[in-house]
């Protein structure tokens, strides 16, 4: 028998409809593509701008990391430094497509997102 474990942190990519329904009872950090509001209730939460284009982690034109990958590095710090609720899970809210492209983009490309998260 062959066992897996993966502790990386499981992110569901989900409509701004069916968010509520997404939701779990507890547990469940939100990432959202700006201008989403957060709704009530929810506990921790991080956005970004989705309009940018999505390039790879570090390259020419933007040698930085994308907004959708800060915006991770945000709940993940959070976490670890237990300065809000305990999330199990990412539950990432995107309008457009160029905020779905860039998230993943940073599931897919940057490092420091692949070591802590997975596509659920």
Same mark, same amino acid.
């Given at each position: 028998?062959?066992?897996?474990? $993966?502790? &990386?942190?499981?992110?569901?990519? !989900? /409509? *701004? #409809? ?10 469940? #950090?939100?990432?959202?593509?700006? *201008?989403? =509001? !957060? *709704? *009530?209730?929810?506990?921790?939460? =991080? ?11 570090? %390259?020419? %034109? %933007?040698?930085? &990391?994308?907004?959708? #990958? ?9 976490? !670890? /430094? ?6 199990? %899970?990412?539950?990432? !809210?995107?309008?457009? $497509? ?15 997102? /692949?070591?802590?998260?997975?596509? #659920?």
């Amino acid at each position: 028998m062959r066992w897996s474990l $993966d502790a &990386r942190i499981p992110l569901r990519l !989900v /409509r *701004p #409809a069916d968010l509520l329904a997404a939701m779990p009872a507890s547990g469940a #950090a939100l990432l959202l593509e700006a *201008p989403l =509001a !957060v *709704p *009530p209730g929810a506990g921790i939460s =991080a956005s970004f701008d989705g309009r940018g284009a999505a390039h790879l982690a570090g %390259c020419a %034109c %933007c040698t930085g &990391r994308s907004a959708a #990958a800060q915006a991770l590095d945000q709940l993940f710090q959070a976490r !670890v /430094r237990n300065a809000g609720a305990w999330f199990d %899970c990412v539950l990432a !809210v995107t309008t457009t $497509d160029s905020g779905r492209a860039q998230l993943h983009l940073a599931l897919a490309e940057d490092s420091l997102t /692949r070591a802590r998260f997975r596509p #659920a």
